[in-house]
């Protein structure tokens, strides 16, 4: 496994990969690695040639007063785990160099500005815009991504066929503790008790499933789950939402594909999870 810092060195391992016609996968990562993202670099494994991890925390999705400064890091351990996972490269590449007087910033509009990005008015400009960073320095044929950030996937997949990049997105499963906590770098914030706690959004989930079988009213589902999440105290919705898997805009009745969505803060962490529900 090679181990890169700049966007040259990316460039002097990936282009006779490209050249000699071997696929590149590519997985982006803020680090910290877990098990879920170990299930993309499998997939990128079994899928690809050449398989790219990127590791790197990147600022300009982070809103003034969230948690950049903080945010967990373990590099020796993230290059522990690419290596037993097969990877091909690392690249973790710092601010400096990724943002040199940068200028350019791309906004997938309208899809932005739903769910999370009402509270996160910045956060999917960043996102979008790094990950159109890391496509074109991979040279990557395909990208995972988890579906636990799932507007952030319908946000990339626009924006890779708005601006006719020639790359795959695959979006893969939430991977989930065995209590059913979707696996988060965000959980280390959290306590036992908070993370028992967040079963509730789980919980939450569940009881949506179960409803969205029987074709109910999606206000009433909503309503439903918010009594579950309400069985903590402390624990502040921020949104629960049944939007078109596409669109995201919010259904009347459970008549097409719906994500239902929900970023709850619990304690210190802020927290989301979802499911697709396919009619
Ligand atoms: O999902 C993440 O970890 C990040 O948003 C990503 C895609 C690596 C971009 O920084």
Redesign the pocket.
């Known amino acids: 496994m090679k181990e890169v810092k700049t966007v040259e060195e990316v460039r002097n391992v990936v282009n006779p990969v490209k050249k000699s016609g071997k696929s590149i996968g590519l997985v982006?990562?803020?680090g910290f690695l877990h098990e879920g993202h170990l299930s993309l670099i499998k997939r990128a494994r079994e899928e690809n040639d050449f398989v790219v991890v990127s590791i790197?925390v990147?600022p300009t999705?982070f809103g003034e007063n969230e948690d950049y400064g903080s945010y967990p890091k373990d590099l020796e351990r993230d290059l522990k785990r690419c290596e037993e996972a097969g990877v091909d490269l690392v690249f973790h590449p710092s601010p400096e160099d990724m943002y040199k007087n940068h200028k350019t910033y791309i906004k997938v509009y309208d899809l932005s500005e739903k769910l999370c990005g009402v509270t996160r008015p910045i956060h999917f400009r960043g996102?979008a815009t790094?990950?159109a960073k890391l496509f074109n320095i991979s040279k990557a044929d395909r990208a995972y991504?988890g579906q636990k950030?799932a507007q952030?996937f319908i946000i990339l997949k626009k924006m890779v066929e708005d601006l006719n990049f020639d790359i795959e997105l695959k979006r893969c499963p939430i991977i989930r503790e065995k209590s059913g906590l979707a696996l988060s770098s965000r959980n280390k914030y959290l306590s036992d008790k908070e993370k028992e706690d967040a079963l509730v959004l789980q919980d939450s989930l569940k009881k949506a499933e179960s409803m969205l079988k029987e074709k109910r009213d999606p206000s009433e589902i909503i309503a439903e789950m918010e009594k579950i999440i309400h069985l903590v105290d402390y624990a502040k919705i921020d949104y629960i939402k049944i939007v078109d898997l596409e669109n995201l805009e919010d259904v009347e009745k459970i008549d097409r594909d719906v994500l239902v969505a929900l970023a709850v803060q619990v304690g210190p962490a802020r927290l989301i999870d979802n499911i697709i529900y396919e009619v």
Do not use: K, L, S
Request: glycine residues 0%; hydrophobic residues 40%; proline residues 8%.
């Open positions: 982006p990562t803020m790197f990147n999705q996102v790094v990950c991504f950030d952030q």
